[in-house]
């Protein structure tokens, strides 16, 4: 590997967190290093296998388990609720969503009044996908009861640490 490109990944690693960077900012193909591409492959197969193994029924479930959600609110209105508690104003198309498990999605304020959430890819502790139910509806999932009905809601399992939407970070 060369000295500048070992420099571009590692600045790649610092604005982009060590993670992201190689399981979802770049595959880094103009690098010619048969090792560094060896070893990105090995730890982004690892995460994934330790992604199965996480997401295997052989584990119990704990009673009280604090699941958080992402849905919209008004109409430039994200909210995070449960174990992350925050909102973002967002105005305009569709604002991109990723948490630090891999789960990936975009969310948007559709003509119809409605707040749509497109599901792109479930990371390892990604629970469900509510769909909205109207204005003048109620959800009647345990998890979604609290959140706006005319919005899709994300549900993510107890464990996140973070949640990024559009360019702000949001930790627990």
């Not at 008004?74 to 498990?101: F, M, P, Q, T, V």
């Not at 990604?126 to 979604?144: I, Q």
Request: glycine share 6%.
């Amino acid at each position: 590997m060369k000295n500048e490109e070992k420099k571009k990944v590692l600045s790649k690693i610092n604005q982009e967190g060590f993670h992201y960077c190689f399981e979802s900012y770049s595959d880094f193909e103009e690098i010619k290093d048969d090792e560094f591409h060896r070893l990105r492959l090995t730890y982004l197969k690892s995460v994934k296998d330790m992604q199965d193994y996480l997401k295997s029924d052989q584990f119990e479930e704990e009673e009280s388990i604090i699941k958080t959600t992402i849905s919209g609110a008004s109409d430039d209105l994200i909210e995070l609720g449960g174990a992350i508690s925050e909102e973002y104003g967002c105005y305009g198309n569709s604002i991109k969503i990723e948490c630090s498990d891999g789960t990936k999605a975009k969310i948007f304020y559709d003509k119809n009044g409605e707040w749509k959430i497109n599901n792109i890819k479930e990371g390892f502790l990604f629970d469900k996908l509510v769909k909205s139910t109207g204005e003048n509806n109620k959800h009647m999932d345990e998890d979604t009861k609290n959140c706006c009905s005319y919005s899709d809601v994300l549900v993510i399992k107890e464990g996140i640490i973070w949640i990024k939407i559009d360019k702000k970070r949001f930790k627990i």
